[in-house]
């Protein structure tokens, strides 16, 4: 007779519940790292999809996503001369407040080249990509608009031409991509009492932003078999400029802006995988503790220690099974419905699936020192 089976058989509603428990206990950790993923993927979001080699920003400043940068906006004309390079593009970006419709919406204004970047690398599931450089906008689908709509921004309407997915900036906020020139009057823009009463007082700090004229970095594409490390530092060399790679904007990033927020997560998995190495091992435990009768009864009659573990232990990864598998349902269901995204690799799931078995494995040692300690006289009290 299989005790483990038995005690399950015999107590559904207990096994179920600490299994819901656990679940939910890994739900949160899958979460968690869930979470930390999509934070991941949405701050390397542009940095990784727009086709750029190279970044050229203020000089001295990991911009302009890590921190502000301002560059002359023909600085990309400079750029063009560059041998190895293939195509610049300008490219700005920053984060703004506007009350349309009713709605307070906080978007991530993206400016891109036209007509040197149209937005063809933008994931639309609406809409067209940019055919004119002014007055034209693609949201993303988190900023609630349509294809068609018009929505005024600063003293000028802008049409909604598409429509994207998973568009957003590392704040969450969703991106609203228009033109540079576009980009440039909205940075600038500033209401007629507010210009005013700068005339009046002389002494008033500016507005913070970028200059009129100006852009936040200088996308460089390279030719094919063009040495990148080489185009570099020629460009380095001009002094006023600072040249960063792919690879040096992710670095920037990851290991700059996130690690916090990393260390924080890591913290909180621990802290989450500890209560439930704990809940496991007391229900372990009590589960022994009920049988001990019947684990007398088999010393009785001749079992095996090893028959025994085996015995406590299929139990736990039972346990285990089962409430990972619950955790993998809740997190399909639930996470699509969050504000931020949470991405849920495979590679992760199966990392976390191994943790859950080998968790719950340790977990039984509880239950199993218990019922080895149990003696065979202990089947007549």
């Given at each position: 007779?299989?005790?483990?089976?038995?005690?399950?058989?015999?107590?559904?509603?207990?096994?179920?519940?600490?299994?819901?428990?656990?679940?939910a206990l890994?739900?949160?950790?899958?979460?968690?790292?869930?979470?930390?993923?999509?934070?991941?993927?949405?701050?390397?979001?542009?940095?990784?999809?727009?086709?750029?080699?190279?970044?050229?920003?203020?000089g001295h400043?990991?911009?302009?996503?890590?921190?502000?940068?301002?560059?002359?906006?023909?600085?990309?004309?400079?750029?063009?001369?560059?041998?190895?390079?293939?195509?610049?593009?300008?490219?700005?970006?920053?984060?703004?407040?506007?009350?349309?419709?009713?709605?307070?919406?906080?978007?991530?204004?993206?400016?891109?080249d036209f007509?040197?970047?149209?937005?063809?690398?933008?994931?639309?599931?609406?809409?067209?990509?940019?055919?004119?450089?002014?007055?034209?906008?693609?949201?993303?689908?988190?900023?609630?608009?349509?294809?068609?709509?018009?929505?005024?921004?600063?003293?000028?309407?802008?049409?909604?031409?598409?429509?994207?997915?998973?568009?957003?900036?590392?704040?969450?906020?969703?991106?609203?991509?228009?033109?540079?020139?576009?980009?440039?009057?909205?940075?600038?823009?500033?209401?007629?009492?507010?210009?005013?009463?700068?005339?009046?007082?002389?002494?008033?700090?500016?507005?913070?932003?970028?200059?009129?004229?100006?852009?936040?970095?200088?996308?460089?594409?390279?030719?094919?078999?063009?040495?990148?490390?080489?185009?570099?530092?020629?460009?380095?060399?001009?002094?006023?400029?600072?040249?960063?790679?792919?690879?040096?904007?992710?670095?920037?990033?990851?290991?700059?802006?996130?690690?916090?927020?990393?260390?924080?997560?890591?913290?909180?998995?621990?802290?989450?995988?500890?209560?439930?190495?704990?809940?496991?091992?007391?229900?372990?435990?009590?589960?022994?503790?009920?049988?001990?009768?019947?684990?007398?009864?088999?010393?009785?009659?001749?079992?095996?220690?090893?028959?025994?573990?085996?015995?406590?232990?299929?139990?736990?990864?039972?346990?285990?099974?089962?409430?990972?598998?619950?955790?993998?349902?809740?997190?399909?269901?639930?996470?699509?419905?969050?504000?931020?995204?949470?991405?849920?690799?495979?590679?992760?799931?199966?990392?976390?699936?191994?943790?859950?078995?080998?968790?719950?494995?340790?977990?039984?040692?509880?239950?199993?020192?218990?019922?080895?300690?149990?003696?065979?006289?202990?089947?007549?009290?």
């Open positions: 007779m299989n005790l483990a089976w038995a005690d399950i058989r015999h107590h559904v509603l207990r096994f179920f519940l600490t299994t819901i428990g656990v679940g890994f739900t949160a950790t899958i979460g968690m790292i869930g979470l930390y993923r999509g934070v991941v993927y949405e701050t390397l979001l542009i940095i990784n999809d727009v086709g750029a080699d190279i970044w050229v920003a203020q400043r990991a911009g302009p996503f890590a921190e502000l940068s301002e560059v002359s906006g023909t600085l990309d004309r400079r750029l063009e001369g560059v041998p190895g390079v293939s195509q610049v593009r300008r490219f700005i970006q920053f984060n703004q407040q506007y009350e349309i419709n009713g709605r307070r919406l906080r978007m991530a204004v993206t400016g891109l007509p040197k970047d149209k937005g063809n690398w933008i994931p639309l599931i609406a809409g067209r990509h940019f055919y004119a450089g002014h007055y034209e906008a693609i949201a993303d689908q988190s900023l609630g608009f349509t294809v068609g709509d018009q929505i005024r921004l600063g003293h000028d309407d802008y049409t909604i031409i598409g429509v994207a997915a998973g568009q957003v900036d590392m704040a969450g906020d969703g991106i609203l991509y228009v033109t540079i020139p576009d980009a440039q009057t909205l940075n600038t823009f500033a209401p007629s009492e507010a210009i005013l009463l700068n005339r009046m007082n002389k002494t008033a700090p500016g507005r913070s932003g970028y200059s009129a004229g100006r852009v936040g970095a200088v996308m460089v594409a390279l030719r094919p078999g063009a040495d990148q490390e080489q185009v570099r530092n020629y460009i380095r060399n001009w002094g006023d400029v600072e040249v960063l790679t792919r690879d040096d904007q992710e670095d920037i990033m990851l290991n700059g802006r996130l690690w916090r927020l990393r260390i924080q997560i890591l913290a909180f998995v621990g802290m989450t995988l500890l209560v439930t190495t704990v809940v496991v091992s007391l229900s372990i435990y009590t589960m022994t503790v009920e049988k001990t009768h019947q684990i007398a009864l088999l010393k009785l009659l001749g079992a095996r220690d090893s028959i025994i573990v085996a015995m406590i232990l299929q139990q736990a990864l039972l346990i285990g099974v089962k409430s990972f598998a619950s955790a993998l349902l809740q997190s399909y269901v639930i996470f699509p419905h969050f504000p931020r995204t949470v991405l849920l690799l495979p590679s992760d799931l199966a990392v976390e699936g191994a943790m859950a078995i080998v968790l719950c494995a340790a977990a039984s040692w509880f239950g199993i020192r218990k019922a080895l300690s149990v003696r065979a006289q202990e089947v007549l009290s």
